[in-house]
């Protein structure tokens, strides 16, 4: 494959961020097919527009998912990318990799594919971007046989599972989030691999209300760590902070000079419930108050920490703004004990009534919020058989249009209007 | 024995998932798993975890291009050779982490990295801006209305020294997603840049009789303007087609993903919209969405030197009004968004008003407002 003229894309090799251009170039002295990456890009750039062409479905034997088939629409003039599908590889929980796997990675993609990855896809997949058709299967045996791993989803399915790093190296982790996504993940490989649902659905795994990975804004499913008791208190770390022992927020702002540290300012006047005080040097919460924004402990991570009885919040519905704007997961669950040792039997038991109602419900391409959205919250807590409480609602509902059932009214709806009419004259 | 196409499904092996994520924790991870106490960011870039045990993980974190090749992952993994007990992880930013267990393995590893040109910049954490997470653009997607990685290097380069300094009065949160679909669910970032197509799609009648199921296409449109038509090909032939209802159409791109017949991509019409004020985190205030303040950017490539402008602009604004730990949005809803508009200089357009389906919620329904320049 010749190189081609890149003035456009070899402006984008100069400046102090990592050049995706450089990499590619390096790349392609080994994968020549790179040349043909940086022809078509190149070609975008000087037209202003994409030149690839729809997928099509290709796929491996048996799944549903996991490859999105790519074709460019200048194939003669750049044949190398003619085909250009990408793999997703199902990712390890939180992302953590050992050198020796990764070049396993590499030598594979090395063998079938461009050469060219994204670490990683924005659902968490490890993407191999770009082979042909003819590889596909190839890949997969050595994938499944050398490599001892599989592919993530892709289609109406379940969307590969993500979380954050949480106890592997987060203080703040208040249920094991890496175990559960793999549990879940090995729990439902069937609906990660055939797409059965009206859309895809996704699960997102963060261990406090911190949300790192963004589960409350982009999930259908999102599990919250979170905590119910008193949030630990080290009144002598506080005094370090007030001190100026430590730096706030972990030092996250040391880049800039904002003074001596200043408990009132900086915490208890931005705790948005307003429960916290001091009482001479000590620090009192009203825990009763507290809504766990994890302001505070964020500020002071050395005096503060989450309660011990820990759990999750459960929150469903999440999605991008197609089709009807975007939609936040609504809470849904405010707190469930996830327990490795009962196999997160309480988790899978709240996953399983909202798959069983929203395949009976969802219309095909809706995302179970928009469900919720077309047929109730009110219908979505009966089906989950949640008891209503104020915490589903941020302010209780401002017009009277209430559904009244039959049986919720003295003597139903049936009614006989001759009967009415013989007190009533027309 | 390797796949055999004559026999595909010997030996075939399915659904066995991920591998598990604890054969790849570093050593100090496994023993300190769920038993770290607080953390520490040393400097930009270097984080310090400590554990019960008295156990300290240090974590250097850098900056990639999501689009990286193999060469790179390579040079990676003999990073972590070389300093990691052979072991790393990349965060959901596309950042890429380096572990160690002692603070006299640190500066070895920083020295390392910088000896490798501007590959591994070291950055992302505190009261910074992080990698810009992205889609895909014109590097893989069919729907693209402007590029992800060209326009996240641009964004990048100019935004390098947030990057690498905590200096800002939170974390700024930048993504980018190339169409409306928002495959990188934008919607919730403190700066969002989004691809928007601005023309309604063509129609191929030669070519829809044999892409398109037409009663899908029909149905893709979330605003009812795909409507059925009868069509003259340029065979002649009487045919059943579609036509749009420009009027109606938001430039979604819907249709297309369901026909791809009915293309709406172009260079003149395809641009960048620029989001912001939303958040993910609960801290203090709830998650919020991002809002629509630039409608359109053109893509002027190689470097979109107006979007790249409009960012500087607002994240310095930002920076310099902002109180300690208020986010992008924070921020605009205590000033109040006539003075977000007015400090930032940021022209107020009629598209900045909601007219789609629960609009009324934004709509200001109050005599409480602020008197800006916008008031004649
Ligand atoms: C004030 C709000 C936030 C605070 C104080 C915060 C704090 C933290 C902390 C302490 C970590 C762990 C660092 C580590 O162990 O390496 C972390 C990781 C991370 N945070 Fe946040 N976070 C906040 C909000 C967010 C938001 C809103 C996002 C994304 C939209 C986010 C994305 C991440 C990512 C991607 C990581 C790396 C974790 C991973 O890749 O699994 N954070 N954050
Ligand atoms: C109607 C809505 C959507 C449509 C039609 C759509 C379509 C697509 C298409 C065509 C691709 C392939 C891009 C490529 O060529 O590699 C893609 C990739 C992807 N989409 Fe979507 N998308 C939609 C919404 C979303 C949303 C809301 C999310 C996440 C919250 C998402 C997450 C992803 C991810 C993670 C990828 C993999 C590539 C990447 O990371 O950029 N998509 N989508
Ligand atoms: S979501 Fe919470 S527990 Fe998870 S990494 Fe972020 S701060 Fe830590
Ligand atoms: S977690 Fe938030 S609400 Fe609770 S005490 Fe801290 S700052 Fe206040
Ligand atoms: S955001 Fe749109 S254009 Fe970009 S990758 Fe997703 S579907 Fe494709
Ligand atoms: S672009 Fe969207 S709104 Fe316009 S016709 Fe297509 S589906 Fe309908």
Redo the contacts with the bound molecule.
């Keep these: 494959m010749p190189k081609h003229d890149t003035p456009l894309l070899d402006q984008l090799e100069s400046g102090p961020w990592p050049s995706f251009v450089s990499d590619l170039k390096r790349q392609a002295e080994k994968s020549p097919q790179c040349w043909d990456i940086l022809g078509q890009l190149e070609l975008s750039f000087k037209d202003r527009i994409?030149h690839w062409k729809h997928g099509g479905i290709v796929g491996v034997f048996g799944y549903g998912g996991g490859i999105v088939g790519r074709y460019s629409d200048v194939p003669t003039q750049f044949p190398g990318v003619a085909h250009f599908h990408t793999v997703r590889l199902n990712q390890p929980s939180s992302k953590f990799y050992s050198s020796a796997k990764l070049r396993d990675i590499c030598d594979l993609w090395e063998k079938y594919g461009s050469g060219m990855t994204n670490m990683h896809g924005s659902t968490g997949d490890l993407v191999l971007l770009g082979t042909t058709t003819a590889n596909l299967e190839p890949l997969f045996y050595d994938l499944t046989h050398d490599l001892k791993q599989d592919l993530g989803g892709s289609g109406s399915n379940l969307r590969t599972p993500e979380c954050c790093l949480g106890r592997a190296r987060c203080e703040w982790g208040c249920y094991d989030t890496q175990a559960l996504c793999h549990h879940l993940t090995m729990h439902y490989q069937d609906e990660i691999h055939r797409p059965a649902f009206p859309y895809k659905f996704k699960f997102k795994f963060s261990g406090c209300p911190n949300d790192c990975v963004a589960a409350i804004a982009r999930s259908d499913f999102a599990v919250i760590g979170t905590w119910r008791d008193d949030i630990r208190v080290n009144q002598a770390e506080v005094k370090g902070y007030i001190n100026g022992d430590y730096a706030p927020n972990a030092g996250a702002h040391s880049g800039r000079d904002w003074g001596k540290f200043d408990i009132k300012k900086e915490v208890l006047d931005l705790c948005p419930t307003g429960c916290m005080s001091m009482s001479g040097d000590e620090l009192k919460i009203d825990n009763s108050e507290c809504t766990r924004c994890m302001h505070c402990i964020n500020v002071m991570p050395r005096a503060l920490r989450p309660g011990k009885e820990q759990g999750a919040t459960i929150c469903v519905g999440a999605k991008a703004p197609i089709l009807d704007g975007a939609q936040f997961a609504t809470m849904t669950i405010p707190f469930i004990k996830v327990d490795p040792e009962n196999e997160f039997e309480e988790v899978i038991e709240v996953i399983e009534k909202i798959w069983d109602w929203w395949m009976e419900a969802g219309k095909n391409r809706e995302r179970v919020g928009e469900t919720i959205m077309r047929l109730g919250l009110p219908t979505f807590l009966k089906v989950m058989e949640v008891e209503p409480i104020p915490q589903h609602v941020k302010e209780p509902r401002s017009n009277p249009y209430v559904f009244w059932e039959s049986d919720e009214v003295e003597g139903g709806f049936e009614r006989d209007v001759k009967e009415f009419r013989k007190r009533h004259a027309q | 024995m390797g796949y055999d196409p004559a026999n595909p499904m010997v030996d075939r092996i399915t659904d066995i998932g991920p591998p598990h994520y604890e054969q790849f924790f570093p050593p100090v991870v496994k023993k300190n798993y769920g038993k770290w106490l607080y953390h520490e960011i040393l400097q930009p870039g270097v984080l310090m975890h400590k554990a019960e045990s008295g156990d300290e993980c240090y974590t250097v974190r850098v900056g990639a291009a999501r689009l990286i090749s193999i060469e790179h992952i390579r040079e990676m993994c003999d990073i972590a050779d070389k300093h990691c007990d052979g072991f790393l992880r990349f965060t959901t930013r596309n950042n890429a982490e380096f572990m160690v267990d002692s603070k006299a393995k640190v500066q070895p590893l920083l020295d390392d990295l910088a000896s490798r040109g501007n590959k591994f910049p070291v950055g992302g954490t505190g009261a910074g801006i992080t990698n810009i997470v992205h889609?895909?653009?014109w590097a893989?997607?069919?729907?693209?209305?402007t590029d992800?990685s060209g326009v996240v290097k641009a964004v990048m380069d100019d935004l390098f020294d947030y990057f690498t300094s905590m200096t800002l009065p939170a974390n700024v949160r930048v993504a980018l997603?190339?169409?409306?679909?928002?495959?990188?669910a934008v919607h919730a970032s403190d700066i969002a840049i989004l691809?928007v197509h601005r023309k309604p799609p063509m129609i191929d009648h030669d070519a829809i009789s044999g892409l398109c199921e037409l009663p899908l296409a029909i149905a893709s449109c979330p605003l009812g303007a795909v409507k059925p038509t009868k069509h003259v090909n340029s065979a002649g032939d009487e045919i059943k087609s579609v036509k749009v209802n420009a009027e109606r159409c938001m430039f979604c791109?819907n249709c297309y993903?369901m026909c791809p017949a009915m293309p709406l991509a172009d260079p003149e019409g395809d641009g960048i919209a620029i989001l912001v004020g939303g958040k993910v985190s609960n801290s203090r205030s709830m998650p919020k969405f991002s809002k629509l303040v630039i409608p359109f950017l053109p893509n002027n490539t190689p470097r979109w030197p107006e979007t790249v402008a409009a960012i500087r602009n607002i994240v310095e604004v930002y920076a310099k009004d902002a109180r300690k730990y208020e986010r992008v949005g924070e921020w605009a809803e205590r000033i109040g968004w006539e003075k977000f508009f007015e400090k930032t200089g940021i022209p107020f357009t009629i598209k900045s008003i909601d007219d789609y389906r629960l609009a009324y919620d934004t709509w200001r329904t109050s005599t409480q407002f602020k008197f800006t320049n916008h008031i004649k």
């Design positions: 994409t | 889609t895909q653009g893989h997607c069919h729907t693209p209305a992800a997603a190339c169409c409306l679909n928002m495959c990188g691809g791109g993903t």
